[in-house]
């Protein structure tokens, strides 16, 4: 009877805590059904089950903190189906393998490749089944339906190739050539969307796409809010806050997963890089009027435009004439990298702690793919499901306090990295115009950069700072970069 361990997800991660269990004792599940969300020190992560049969333990509490390789769950092996392995005798149990969740075919990315049970496909269409009495001849006969070389699992949808709204996949127990719906049908929209549909309570398998493939639009989202009336808000994932006794002046919450890890990183950046903040105020009113027409251009109707969006755009343009900005200071070597790919990170808040994803070669991307994979980007973090392959080899981050009505900060730089970049509330404030000389109302905000000054010095770090206030107080000046 084969235990499935806790495996390594990726980036040398020694332990996890068990969040939520997704399955429960005398459930019957397949391979790659998800049993278990956990929380690393990196992020939150659903792990499938590379066996098929009935769950008979859970073996760990929910909120324990338990190290990798440990036996999580005891799940009964069952007899392979008609056409399994040669040689495989019934009960055996498949071999347990490694999940590598850092690697992006891991979670679907690869083509016709599963989260796990990899060796399983390469032996062919090979699955266990559920059998009963009476029911043994009609489980063959289904499993003879599946074509060799055919792979049994549902693919997850991507921002690449969507899938229809309802996926099929052919059923032991059904009649030859008969397909019925998956277990989980999933509407065809985009993480965005997926996120404002949650935000605002609606049920995406329940509209009617308008976009491209019928895939579901954010207008779609906000009509059915309308029809239903204002959505409630659901409230933000996170831990559960300790109980209070009655008179309690005190309560104490562990240091652990995602918030332990925020804490090593920003002590060990802040005592190591010398750091040197420098300040600007800048008219922002043309980048906001920048903004308004994005969001009517058609190809950016369904991603979030943003301010943000045009900053990111800029801090990308003015590392071309300060390419020191995307570089580090590598201690052991004595060396100065410098980087010729720009993953740029956007450090988010979340329940659980600070993390900081990045967009993989931000310097390479159109706007309107930059508009699309910050979108998915921050909102997979508010879900805590970013993967720690997306939060490793940053090369410059952007922390976005506006969001709070805070004017700037002194932010500390990412590890690994060499400068960050605070972007701080975009109000309406008195300005007078280098023109007229005239008091005028115009939208304003405060940029802060953090670098550090080993390698950097104060002419690199202005001159940077500047290009990008210029670039926001006139976004038409991108055309000279």
Known sequence: MPEYKLPDVGE??????????????????????????????????????????????????????????????????????????????PGTPEPEMEIDLSNPAASGGGEGESLVGRNKADRGPV?????????????????????????????????????????????????EGAQQ???????????????????????LTTLTGSGPQGSITRDDVRAATAQAGEGAQQPPRGPAPSPRTPGERETREPVKGVRKMMAQAMSQSAFTSPHVTE??????????????????RRELRDVRVSPLLVLARAVVLAMRRTPEINSYWDEAAQEVV??????????????RGLVVPNVKDADSLSLVELATALGELTATAREGKTQPADMSGGTFTITNVGVFGVDAG????????????????????PWVDEVTGEIVARDVTTLALSFDHRHIDGEKGSRFLADVAGLLQDPASALLF
Request: proline fraction near 9%.
């Open 127 to 175: 699955r266990r089944v559920r059998r009963a009495a009476g029911a043994v001849a009609a489980n063959q006969q289904a499993q003879a339906a599946f074509e060799p070389g055919a792979s049994p699992v549902v693919e997850e949808e991507t921002a690449d190739e969507p899938v229809p709204a309802t996926s099929v996949v052919a059923r032991p127990g059904v009649e």
């Open 338 to 351: 410098y980087k010729h790919y720009v993953n740029l990170g956007i450090a988010a808040a979340t329940p």
């Open 12 to 89: 040398g991660l020694t332990e996890a805590e068990i969040v939520t269990w997704k399955v429960k004792v005398g459930d019957v599940i397949e391979i790659n059904d998800i049993v278990v969300e956990i929380e690393t020190a990196k992020s939150l992560v659903e792990l499938p089950s590379p066996y098929a049969g009935e769950v008979t333990a859970l073996l760990v509490p929910e909120g324990e903190m338990i190290p990798v390789g440990t036996p999580i769950i005891r799940i009964g092996a069952e007899e392979p189906a008609a056409g399994g392995a040669p040689g495989a005798s």
């Open 279 to 296: 300040w600007v105020t800048v008219d922002v009113t043309a980048t906001m009027q920048l903004v308004e027409r994005l969001k009517s």
């Open 410 to 429: 002194t932010p500390i730089i990412n590890p690994g990295e060499s400068a960050i970049l605070c972007f701080g509330a975009i109000n309406k404030r």
């Open 181 to 203: 719906p998956s277990r989980h049908p999933r509407a065809l929209a985009k993480p965005p969307v997926r996120k404002m549909a949650k935000d605002l309570g609606v049920d």
